[in-house]
């Protein structure tokens, strides 16, 4: 069987949707996690839902041994990279760990995929590699200027699998550029549950809307936006997860380099949020306007074509089915997976 894929941070956000996606396109995932930012019970969430368990190995990407061991033991045809940390604001405040994790975790990965001539994978970007842009829709093609070491250590993990593939032109690599990634897979059963404070704008709407916390701060509203607030690209995490499979797929067409956004195309404020999920939920959500953020952009998308005529992929979901999709998980789990009402 050549259809086993590794998928690295696969008990997380978006490798477990991701890991939905796969099933139903007939490949089997394999789930590499360290769970240091995920909850094992994951796996009886996707068991539930794709109807067997995914394959799960808990450990560090970063680990040599475990992963040469990893490649001997499965026939792995290809790499879905996910696992590392994403918190910008820490970050700033430890950028050994965010470049020990992100970066050492892809360069540990690719010598082990290397050794085992394993050369298809698909690496988890972010648009935040492209720093404050200069306009939007943002093209692939726009200057990267990382404003944080979040930010520096994707870029860096682009640009030394760009090299890679340079050098050896049989790989087939994927930098996949997320834009803002929210919703939940349509059953409930698996969502984003953000350990500690959140900082992101829908699990913080969700959280006032399923009562957790009073309100809602939003932060600023004087920009030049239609209603002064802040405004970006939200993408179903289900259509990311589709987009992974379609990387996959393209990558059976061919090798090559793909530097992608899975974006929609389309701006949403903050207050625009508010009200949708007001609409999907049926809460008010209370809110006051705050102070500017400090670091943040006023407004930005991405423009998600070179995304739909290189793989056939677009985002199919809207802002109104993101919310309904969160407020469904937030409401059956209002504790994440610690709560059992939803099994
Ligand atoms: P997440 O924290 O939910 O998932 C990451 C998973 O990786 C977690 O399960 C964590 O336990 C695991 N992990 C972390 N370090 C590891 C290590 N060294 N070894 C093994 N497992 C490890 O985050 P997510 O939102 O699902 O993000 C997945 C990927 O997408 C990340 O690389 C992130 O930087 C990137 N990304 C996320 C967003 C976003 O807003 N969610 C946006 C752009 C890009
Ligand atoms: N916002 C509020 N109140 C909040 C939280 C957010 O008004 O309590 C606003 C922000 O000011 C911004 C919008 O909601 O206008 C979205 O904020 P998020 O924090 O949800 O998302 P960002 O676009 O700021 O950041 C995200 C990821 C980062 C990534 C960045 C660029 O969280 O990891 O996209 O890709 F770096």
């Avoid at 045809?77 to 700033?92: I, N, Q, T």
């Avoid at 360069?107 to 050369?119: C, I, N, P, R, T």
């Avoid at 929609?264 to 007001?278: C, P, R, Y």
């Avoid at 500017?292 to 005529?309: E, I, K, M």
Wanted: aromatic share 6%; charged share 20%.
């Amino acid at each position: 069987m050549d259809n086993l894929i590794l998928v690295t941070g696969g008990a997380g956000f978006i490798g477990s949707h991701t890991c939905v996606a796969l099933s139903a396109a007939g490949y089997r995932p394999l789930i590499l996690d360290n769970l240091n930012n995920s909850d094992v019970r994951v796996l009886e969430r996707l068991a539930k839902i794709t109807g067997r368990p995914p394959s799960f190995i808990k450990g560090d990407v970063r680990d040599r041994t475990l992963l040469d061991r990893i490649f001997r033991e499965h026939n792995i045809s290809g790499v879905m990279h996910f696992a590392g940390l994403k918190a910008v604001g820490d970050s700033v405040t430890d950028p050994i760990l965010y470049y020990g994790n992100n970066v050492t975790g892809a360069l540990v990965l690719a010598e082990a995929m290397q050794a085992a001539a394993v050369k298809t994978l698909i690496f988890s970007s972010s648009a935040t590699v492209y720093g404050t842009p200069e306009r939007s829709p943002i093209p692939e093609s726009a200057p990267c200027r990382p404003a944080n070491p979040y930010g520096r250590s994707k870029r860096m993990v682009e640009q030394m699998l760009a090299d890679l593939q340079h050098s050896q032109p049989d790989w087939r690599i994927s930098l996949l550029r997320y834009f803002n990634p929210v919703g939940a897979h349509q059953s409930g059963l698996i969502g984003e549950h953000p350990l500690g404070n959140p900082n992101n704008l829908m699990p913080l709407v969700s959280q006032v809307a399923v009562g957790v916390r009073d309100q809602l701060a939003v932060h600023g509203n004087d920009y030049p936006t239609h209603d002064g607030t802040g405004i970006r690209d939200y993408v179903h995490v289900m259509d990311l997860a589709e987009g992974h499979v379609a990387a996959l797929r393209h990558a059976a067409s061919g090798p090559g380099l793909v530097t992608l956004n899975l974006s929609t195309g389309q701006g949403a404020s903050v207050l625009d949020v508010v009200k949708a999920f007001e609409r999907a939920s049926g809460q008010r959500i209370a809110y006051e306007v705050g102070p500017r953020r400090p670091g943040d952009v006023a407004a930005y998308w991405g423009d998600p074509s070179l995304a739909q005529v290189t793989l056939g992929w677009r985002a199919r979901r809207g802002m109104d089915q993101m919310c309904a999709d969160t407020w469904r998980w937030q409401q059956q789990n209002p504790q994440g997976y610690e709560s059992d009402g939803a099994l």
